[in-house]
């Protein structure tokens, strides 16, 4: 069964610093990987995702991740935060032929002025 | 084109009573889906539409119902609502063929049982 952890529950970094968030999942095969942002009151919006071929996947809002086979990983970065970073991030596992979406319980991100 | 829309976007229920969450998607998306986010547990999914007829359930069902009305609309029944039901609900859709696919949410329900 496939399944998504997300280390740090809550993350604050200074506007300007450089972020990284955590993501490890379970899963016998290669799977499809997803990055979603959750902003304050609203839904989900789509990051980035990776399927094959080159592990660093670059996503919207100046935000990229790197797939790590190896370490069951796929950490979402941004070399400098801006305060409209301030969501909820959540990481999530698909599979081919699966409808579904396994999601993460997600990383609150906290930006200080 | 509105995506994905979802009403009401906030309702207060007694205990033991029912009501109807609406979700409409005009991305002439196959599959759509109901999910339930609480604290520290990500988004849950109740059940799913892989298309017009169909419906599965998901990880949390349990005092749920759906209907798939038509390729557009997905309804999320609660026929006897308890605290526990207590919650964010979000409704998505996604062209179907291929998960790779990304899903489109609406903007939430949220629900308080008292």
């Known amino acids: 069964a496939q399944s998504v952890t997300q280390p740090d529950i809550h993350i604050t970094v200074s506007e300007g610093a450089s972020l990284e968030l955590r993501c490890n999942y379970s899963?016998?095969?290669?799977?499809?990987l997803f990055w979603y942002v959750q902003s304050p009151g609203q839904g989900l919006q789509l990051l980035l995702k990776?399927?094959?071929?080159?592990?660093l996947v670059q996503g919207i809002k100046g935000f990229e991740a790197e797939f790590k086979r190896s370490q069951s990983s796929f950490n979402l970065r941004k070399p400098s935060v801006h305060w409209s970073d301030a969501a909820e991030y959540f990481c999530?596992?698909?599979?081919?032929?699966?409808?579904?979406?396994?999601f993460g319980p997600g990383t609150s991100l906290s930006v200080i002025p | 084109n509105a995506g994905v829309t979802q009403t009401p976007k906030f309702q207060v229920l007694k205990t033991g009573q029912s009501m109807t969450l609406q979700c409409a998607q005009d991305?002439?998306?196959?599959?759509m889906y109901w999910y339930r986010q609480d604290p520290g547990m990500g988004l849950r999914l109740i059940y799913y539409?892989?298309?017009?007829?169909?419906?599965d359930k998901g990880e949390v069902p349990n005092g749920y119902n759906v209907s798939r009305l038509n390729k557009r609309e997905f309804s999320l029944r609660l026929e006897s609502a308890a605290p526990s039901q207590t919650s964010v609900y979000f409704c998505?859709?996604?062209?179907?063929?291929?998960?790779?696919?990304?899903?489109?949410f609406g903007p939430g329900t949220r629900l308080t049982v008292l």
């Open positions: 998505a859709s996604r062209a179907s063929g291929n998960s790779y696919n990304e899903q489109f």
């Open positions: 899963y016998g095969a290669t799977p499809y």
């Open positions: 990776y399927f094959s071929g080159d592990t």
């Open positions: 999530a596992v698909g599979a081919p032929s699966y409808d579904k979406v396994i």
């Open positions: 991305m002439n998306h196959n599959s």
């Open positions: 539409s892989a298309s017009e007829g169909t419906t």
